[in-house]
């Protein structure tokens, strides 16, 4: 299929950063979360309630989103990918191949954490949080108040934003959105891509989204059966002591779980205004949207907090995609295992683009059935049918195994269980298959990687691994 420019779907691609995927109205989940925008693009088209991050940490996931390959192809499961090694090529990414090859327009919006960080990766045009969000702090008068409250990127205590909700870095991001909707090319297809920073830490909704949880029950952290325990892998001790997330009192991780909702929530209400713009424009019917996040957010429980393992707070997430009209999929629910690669795929379909044959991710129009999915970071491996998940953790040789649809909090270890040892060995063999075709690190002697390890509590709990950043201004990055 090869559309006419005049044929071929908008395509608008929305990123929440760290949204765990029970954190969605639809859901039903325990967690109390309003996202009525949200909610009907998945009426109006498909959710994918088994949908993963291969490599929940957020550089990794931004190279994955733009290509199609995961972690394990491209070789750089952790943060801060640099020079040479950097696995986007614009002329292979996502944006890049629309504007060359199908004639589209491509903007991104908001948090690219790309570096260098003015890299464009193929795309025509970046408004960049938080650089061109802060000087724009500057220009209304706020210069200095981005996280202007005094905590870090990855603090968790609650807070409330330091700029009126107008100003905050969610509604710019949409109105910088809108306003390109407004500046576009009427005569070719349009690919936008939005990244929000929230709900990420800190967690500081403005006023009056603070409150708006205030008299909602909100449920206590799940905490497994293995946690402190032999069962507990090194490296999540390791978290869980650095982060002091044991040490956070209960009425503080309430109050810090209702924020959380409530940075959701203003980010699923700011785009009623731009689902609303593209109505008015006439452009919601011919625009595929898609609606995802590069991780989960532990939020507590298991006694952790931000993402980095493969329990299902940190790698499951919501893939939400509303087609156009013509398509007639509407209000459908998959439980198949999705990766968040598998978007590329799709999208480069939709635009009569063929996909490389080497991606990990496949078109979500037409998926394997019994697919295994399989993920990598630096400290674990998994692999997933969507039923059961096998964890393999490299410190300690630590092994998960959890029963996803009996056990969805991840509560009961059953790693070990004579009951379930062919499902074990199962999803460790074709693990091992996958990581030996990636000629990945963590094979050794065609075993799963095993390290030594010994945990110093004293000097991890006097570590600090929160971002201590003051006031970002003039345009300064991440890296400031």
């Avoid at 929305?14 to 967690?31: E, F, K, M, N, Y």
């Avoid at 069962?231 to 009425?251: F, G, N, V, W």
Wanted: net charge negative; aromatic share 10%; charged share 25%.
């Amino acid at each position: 299929m090869d559309p006419s420019a005049s044929e071929k779907p908008n395509i608008l691609y929305i990123v929440l950063d760290q949204w765990r995927g029970d954190c969605l109205g639809i859901a039903d989940s325990p967690h109390p979360v309003m996202t009525p925008h949200f909610d009907q693009l998945a009426y109006e088209g498909v959710w994918y309630s088994r949908a993963y991050a291969d490599c929940p940490v957020c550089m990794p996931q931004r190279a994955t989103m733009l290509t199609g390959f995961t972690g394990s192809q491209h070789g750089m499961p952790y943060n801060f990918m640099r020079g040479p090694r950097t696995p986007i090529a614009p002329e292979h990414s996502l944006p890049g191949r629309l504007t060359r090859e199908a004639g589209y327009q491509t903007k991104a919006i908001g948090k690219m954490h790309f570096y260098p960080e003015r890299a464009r990766f193929g795309f025509e045009d970046i408004s960049l949080h938080p650089n061109d969000y802060v000087n724009f702090l500057e220009d209304q008068g706020w210069g200095g108040f981005y996280r202007g409250h005094g905590l870090g990127g990855n603090e968790v205590y609650p807070a409330v934003s330091a700029v009126p909700e107008h100003l905050t870095h969610s509604h710019w991001i949409v109105d910088e959105g809108i306003k390109f909707l407004s500046r576009r090319d009427p005569d070719c297809p349009f690919f936008m891509w939005m990244v929000f920073e929230a709900p990420h830490s800190p967690f500081d909704p403005p006023e009056p989204f603070d409150r708006f949880y205030d008299d909602f029950e909100v449920p206590e952290p799940v905490i497994g059966d293995w946690v402190e325990s032999a069962d507990e892998p090194p490296s999540l001790t390791r978290q869980r002591i650095m982060s002091k997330a044991d040490r956070i009192p209960p009425p503080v991780m309430m109050r810090l779980r209702r924020h959380y909702y409530a940075q959701i929530t203003h980010i699923d209400y700011q785009l009623g205004r731009l689902l609303g713009e593209l109505k008015r424009k006439g452009l919601y019917e011919n625009t595929v949207i898609v609606l995802t996040s590069d991780h989960g957010e532990h939020l507590g429980d298991h006694r952790l907090f931000a993402k980095n393992s493969f329990l299902e707070s940190s790698a499951c997430v919501p893939i939400i995609m509303r087609l156009p009209r013509s398509h007639g999929i509407v209000n459908r629910r998959s439980q198949e295992p999705v990766l968040t690669a598998d978007i590329v795929p799709t999208l480069l379909e939709f635009a009569g683009l063929t996909p490389a044959r080497e991606m990990d991710g496949v078109s979500l129009l037409a998926q394997p059935a019994d697919r295994v999915i399989f993920g990598e970071t630096s400290d674990a491996v998994f692999a997933t049918d969507g039923a059961f998940k096998y964890v393999h953790y490299f410190e300690g040789g630590t092994k998960h195994l959890f029963h996803i649809e009996a056990d969805p909090g991840d509560s009961r270890n059953l790693a070990g269980n004579a009951a379930y040892a062919l499902r074990q060995e199962g999803l460790k063999s074709r693990l091992i298959a996958y990581l030996q075709r990636n000629r990945r690190p963590g094979i050794v002697d065609g075993a799963l990687r095993i390290e030594d390890t010994e945990l110093d509590i004293d000097a991890l709990r006097a570590a600090n691994t929160a971002a201590w950043r003051g006031p970002l201004r003039y345009g300064d990055g991440y890296e400031s």
